[in-house]
């Protein structure tokens, strides 16, 4: 009887899942296709919104060819991981979504300055020429800024200062446009050098964003394989609603990959937070940024509400504030090799937010594989990145790689290649480097009197406030090359190791300060975690410095590949000992006391190299590959 009655369940249940299999069904939509159709491949809808409306957790719509120039508000999400919404390009095919429409109806003036009019009611409820970028900790530097743009055959121009502006010559790498709105209709003024307009692709923002739902919590969507494209954005601090061209609303398991993400005013993707009635009032008050995380508590912020994106495998771009912004929504989250390029590059207005990748909150996030170039700064970790893995990143040619402030750690850095001038700016403690490629100067603020959190491990909830007292970070088999400038780490409050890691020619190591000089300047907490410390200054193990053995690392870019050029030598490997990395001897950090660990708890060890090769668990190289022979090594690293 048992064993029938549990085969009879067994029956049900496979029948309730088969039945939803079979009501999961592909919505077809086609730039031939009509909304009244019912979405099947012989009747395609014409709109992907139509789609989204009829949508249920399961199903995937498949967009044929073409451009749809729409505003996508998903009204529901999947059910769980295995049973998504799914928007993909149909494949082969290229399909734009764009917030912009298309603009003919020029009249030229004088030079080169072109005007057109455009009735209000064109633009609906929102008009990004009359809307204002605004929000804590946005500089406007003592001018306007618009959330609308506008593009010609494909890249936007410039928004003047002033109108009298776009009357004058045309610079032809960044010409001007000017516009003004009254109580009928919206005038722009543009710069074509050379062009007609009206011959031309003209397109204007009309829409604030492209992909983005209405309220929190439209969990697990997937989107693939889009080109996604000009979006009327705001500037997305952490105290307001962050939005993106596309984002995820405060949600849960979305999935974003394959996709082109660019020509957002100011932000591409965004994995943040929900608005309320206290957004972008906390750049001044008193409790900050720390009154916003309690109300994101009460608001369903944990590990089985919010977070748990995927990022993978885009290409973003031409943004002015940030590649991939968030706020606590991009906790628990993975970015990975994702192309991030031209962030903050016009630096017409600028503030407290702008990166390739900015994230608050990011609590066992793995930002790993991506290339990021062009930036203003590509990884800033800013608040309670708290078990983050930044590994087997290639960062270059930007103004600083990696940010790290007002962390307690434990943030673990590994196999990555930095490549920039200023590779690290460090206003936090808890963090280890390990395996990395270090060519450029680090920035050590020493102490920072604003208390942040720390959190329960692996969690969302906060266990308490703590000062940043700068140190308690390590240096672990790193190599240092070109111009690397770690001194600055000589004068951090708190202790920082260097142990395994080899200095090159024109290269500057860290010479240990007096700490204990310092002490009556810290902080009553900072004097406690100090006291717990058996180690009071810097320390430097298994050094090997080669001041006249020249690395000479240079990035190659050929085609759509890219090669790191550095002279390696296999000496290194028998004139020093290194052991692996790992959670047990990495130990713990000060303040939280955790251990560097994965996000499933389980114990983390470096025994792979940038390229995926397995390490040499006995001794280790240097830096972020395996040597294999003394020379000049040409090394594909994207």
């Known amino acids: 009887m048992n064993i029938l009655n549990k085969n009879r369940?067994?029956?049900?249940?496979?029948?309730?899942?088969?039945?939803?299999?079979?009501?999961?069904?592909?919505?077809?939509?086609?730039?031939?296709?009509?909304?009244?159709?019912?979405?099947?491949?012989?009747?395609?809808?014409?709109?992907?919104?139509?789609?989204?409306?009829?949508?249920?957790?399961?199903?995937?719509?498949?967009?044929?060819?073409?451009?749809?120039?729409?505003?996508?508000?998903?009204?529901?999400?999947?059910?769980?991981?295995?049973?998504?919404?799914?928007?993909?390009?149909?494949?082969?095919?290229?399909?734009?979504?764009?917030?912009?429409?298309?603009?003919?109806?020029?009249?030229?003036?004088?030079n080169d300055t072109w005007q057109v009019r455009i009735p209000n009611q064109f633009f609906g409820k929102f008009n990004p020429y009359n809307d204002l970028i605004r929000g804590d900790w946005f500089d406007a530097k003592n001018r306007k800024h618009h959330t609308g743009a506008v593009y010609l055959n494909g890249h936007w121009l410039m928004e003047a200062a002033e109108k009298e502006l776009v009357s004058g010559t045309t610079d032809e790498k960044d010409p001007l446009w000017w516009a003004e709105v009254d109580s009928n209709e919206t005038t722009i003024w543009a710069q074509f050098k050379g062009k007609n307009p009206n011959t031309e692709t003209v397109e204007i923002n009309v829409r604030q964003t492209v992909f983005y739902p209405d309220r929190p919590f439209i969990n697990y969507i997937t989107v693939r394989g889009f080109s996604l494209q000009h979006a009327a954005t705001n500037w997305a601090p952490p105290t307001a609603e962050q939005m993106g061209l596309i984002g995820t609303h405060w949600s849960r398991g979305w999935v974003i990959e394959n996709n082109t993400v660019q020509y957002s005013k100011c932000v591409g993707i965004s994995l943040g937070k929900y608005g309320d009635q206290f957004d972008n009032t906390s750049a001044e008050a008193a409790e900050g940024y720390v009154g916003t995380i309690n109300r994101a508590l009460a608001f369903g912020w944990n590990k089985s509400t919010?977070?748990?994106?995927?990022?993978?495998?885009?290409?973003?771009?031409?943004?002015?504030?940030?590649?991939?912004?968030?706020?606590?929504?991009?906790?628990?989250?993975?970015?990975?090799?994702?192309?991030?390029?031209?962030?903050?590059?016009?630096?017409?207005?600028?503030?407290?937010?702008?990166?390739?990748?900015?994230?608050?909150?990011?609590?066992?996030?793995?930002?790993?594989?991506?290339?990021?170039?062009?930036?203003?700064?590509?990884?800033?970790?800013?608040?309670?990145?708290?078990?983050?893995?930044?590994?087997?990143?290639?960062?270059?040619?930007?103004?600083?790689?990696?940010?790290?402030e007002m962390n307690h750690g434990p943030t673990l850095l590994s196999n990555n290649i930095l490549l920039s001038k200023s590779n690290l700016l460090m206003d936090s403690k808890g963090a280890a480097f390990v395996h990395n490629l270090f060519s450029g100067r680090f920035d050590v603020v020493v102490y920072d009197s604003r208390v942040t959190p720390y959190l329960k491990p692996h969690s969302t909830f906060v266990e308490k406030l703590a000062g940043n007292e700068g140190g308690d970070i390590q240096f672990i088999n790193n190599l240092f090359v070109n111009n690397a400038n770690a001194s600055e780490y000589g004068k951090a409050f708190l202790p920082v190791l260097f142990d395994g890691n080899v200095y090159t020619k024109g290269t500057v190591r860290a010479v240990a300060g007096?700490?204990?000089?310092?002490?009556?300047?810290?902080?009553?907490?900072?004097?406690?975690?100090?006291?717990?410390l058996k180690a009071v200054d810097a320390e430097e193990r298994n050094m090997i410095e080669k001041s006249d053995f020249d690395a000479g690392a240079k990035l190659i870019n050929e085609n759509m590949n890219a090669f790191l050029e550095i002279h390696l030598d296999t000496n290194w490997l028998s004139q020093a000992k290194r052991g692996l990395a790992t959670t047990e001897s990495l130990g713990n950090v000060v303040v939280p006391g955790l251990p560097f660990e994965n996000p499933d708890g389980t114990d983390i060890t470096i025994d792979k190299d940038y390229s995926g090769k397995n390490r040499n668990a006995a001794n280790p190289s240097p830096g972020p590959f395996e040597i294999e022979k003394t020379g000049i090594a040409r090394i594909r690293v994207w």
């Open 9 to 110: 369940r067994l029956f049900i249940t496979a029948s309730i899942v088969m039945a939803g299999f079979a009501s999961a069904k592909e919505i077809h939509v086609s730039k031939a296709g009509n909304d009244k159709n019912d979405g099947s491949a012989n009747k395609p809808l014409l709109t992907i919104q139509a789609a989204a409306n009829v949508a249920m957790p399961g199903d995937v719509i498949t967009v044929g060819n073409g451009t749809y120039r729409e505003e996508i508000t998903p009204p529901r999400g999947g059910d769980s991981e295995s049973k998504p919404i799914v928007y993909q390009a149909a494949k082969g095919e290229k399909v734009a979504i764009k917030g912009s429409e298309v603009i003919t109806g020029w009249k030229k003036l004088e």
């Open 306 to 404: 919010i977070g748990s994106h995927i990022v993978r495998n885009n290409t973003i771009a031409f943004c002015e504030q940030a590649g991939i912004v968030g706020s606590m929504g991009c906790a628990f989250s993975t970015v990975e090799g994702n192309i991030i390029h031209d962030i903050h590059v016009r630096r017409l207005f600028a503030g407290f937010e702008m990166a390739g990748i900015k994230f608050h909150g990011g609590i066992d996030v793995i930002i790993r594989n991506n290339r990021i170039y062009n930036t203003c700064l590509a990884i800033w970790l800013d608040w309670m990145a708290q078990g983050v893995h930044v590994s087997c990143n290639l960062l270059h040619e930007n103004d600083l790689d990696i940010f790290l």
């Open 514 to 532: 007096n700490m204990q000089q310092r002490f009556g300047e810290f902080t009553d907490e900072g004097k406690k975690e100090f006291a717990k």
